[in-house]
């Protein structure tokens, strides 16, 4: 049985990447204000230089917090640069608490 919670607990924290493709999303307009799309790009690309939470808006309508992998921090200002742009962000994904978010590991631009 001991065998069996460790091999149990520790599979639970080998991740593998994924990659999700989506707008870039400035996360404190989108949720207050549901902004989205290049009619909001330079509010929100403000909104990022300051700061705030950003977010991608997947093709499937779900929504990811981006999270900075202190190991890769150049993939995550890169993407925090792409207000209202196509992306696709690979990095491990985490459900936690009902938050889904995705620690960007590297980000390719689709425009």
Known sequence: MTAFLF?????????SS???KGEVLDLSCYMTQDATGQG???CAQACLDKGLPAGILSE???VYLLVE?????DAYKQVI???AEMVEVTGKVVDKNGVK???VEKVTVKG
């Open 7 to 15: 091999i149990f607990s520790t599979s639970a924290f080998a991740q």
């Open 18 to 20: 994924e990659t999700i």
């Open 40 to 42: 909001h790009k330079k």
């Open 60 to 62: 499937n309508g779900t």
């Open 69 to 73: 992998d202190h190991s890769a921090s």
């Open 81 to 83: 640069g792409q207000a």
């Open 101 to 103: 978010s995705i620690v």
